[in-house]
């Protein structure tokens, strides 16, 4: 029996020694300084394009434009979109810009916090020092909110925040975008937009057990998405089996409709309202041409 206490209260302490070493482990990055002037106006654009608008803005309960409290129910629990107003105290007004780069192109709070990934800042690695000026000075022109981002409401042991660093080590990729030689410039935009801002494979790729991206099953398809959704296939073969085209898939991101005349609801919907339909026609025909490999 004294074995067996000892061995229990070895394994207990070396458990509160992880806890401790995890809390402790630093991730937050040198600072990321730039000094280039941003585009509001180019800013809002990229920002529909990356969804800031549709995650957090709560709009069906009358919320306020990205003072978030959106609700995005998963198995590891529910997660609530922040404020990203210029509040100082609710939103991020008194952040820098460098704080900003390094929440949006890594993941990390000014405190040196990790976010949840299901912030997608792992697609959002591949903005320039521009696109993040340009964001910057678009989201200076919101007006302030004092509405404070609710609490995750998470199952255990995922309210764990310090346990996301190891997740971190074992799934996220440090990358940015890459054009991929041989293809066009339109191609190329298509292939940033998809696999960047735009971040298709979110909800289109399957998840394993830790919640990361299969990568070998990169837009195939996932269930059990948030509320219950699942998204379809959307790699060429699968596209080009269902009818889609170039033309017919430029219209359902603009409109919602689908070659078969379906309106495309649920989240899909949202990303539609919120997004692709104010993208320029030169971004969906780059999506369009990328994701059909109209150049194959």
């Known amino acids: 029996m004294r074995r067996l206490f000892l061995l229990g209260a070895a394994g207990a302490a070396l458990g509160l020694l992880t806890l401790v070493s995890l809390e402790f482990w630093p991730i937050r990055p040198a600072s990321q300084d730039?000094?280039?002037?941003?585009?509001?106006?180019?800013?809002?654009?990229?920002?529909?394009?990356?969804?800031?608008i549709a995650c957090h803005t709560d709009a069906e309960n009358g919320g306020a434009p990205l003072a978030g409290g959106l609700a995005l129910r998963t198995d590891f629990g529910t997660f609530y979109s922040p404020n990203l107003t210029t509040d100082t105290d609710a939103g991020i007004g008194s952040w820098s810009v460098s704080d900003f780069a390094i929440a949006v192109r890594n993941g990390v709070s000014p405190d040196g916090k990790p976010y949840y990934p299901a912030f997608p800042y792992p697609?959002?690695?591949?903005?320039?020092?521009?696109?993040?000026?340009?964001?910057?000075?678009?989201?200076?022109?919101?007006?302030?909110?004092?509405?404070?981002?609710?609490?995750?409401?998470?199952?255990?042991?995922?309210?764990?925040?310090?346990?996301?660093?190891?997740?971190?080590?074992?799934f996220l990729e440090d990358q940015g975008f890459t054009p991929t030689e041989g293809k066009s410039t339109v191609w190329n935009r298509g292939k940033f937009i998809v696999e960047g801002p735009a971040h298709c494979a979110a909800c289109h790729?399957?998840?394993?057990?830790?919640?990361?991206?299969?990568?070998?099953?990169?837009?195939?398809?996932?269930?059990?998405?948030?509320?219950?959704?699942?998204?379809?296939?959307?790699?060429?073969g699968e596209l080009i089996e269902n009818g889609w085209t170039l033309a017919t898939f430029k219209y359902a991101l603009r409109t919602g409709?689908?070659?078969?005349?379906?309106?495309?609801?649920?989240?899909?919907?949202?990303?539609?309202?919120?997004?692709?339909?104010?993208?320029?026609?030169?971004?969906?025909?780059?999506i369009s041409t990328f994701l059909l490999d109209e150049e194959d």
């Open 123 to 170: 697609f959002y690695r591949s903005f320039s020092d521009q696109d993040v000026a340009d964001l910057w000075a678009a989201f200076q022109t919101v007006p302030p909110v004092a509405t404070p981002s609710k609490p995750q409401d998470l199952k255990l042991p995922f309210t764990f925040r310090s346990g996301l660093k190891i997740w971190r080590a074992a």
């Open 34 to 52: 730039i000094n280039l002037t941003g585009d509001a106006g180019r800013g809002a654009y990229l920002a529909r394009m990356s969804g800031c």
């Open 257 to 286: 409709v689908s070659p078969s005349g379906d309106v495309l609801g649920g989240s899909m919907g949202e990303v539609i309202r919120d997004g692709t339909s104010f993208l320029s026609d030169e971004d969906l025909t780059a």
């Open 205 to 236: 790729t399957p998840r394993n057990f830790a919640g990361a991206r299969q990568a070998e099953l990169d837009l195939h398809g996932a269930g059990g998405l948030p509320g219950g959704e699942d998204a379809p296939p959307i790699f060429k």
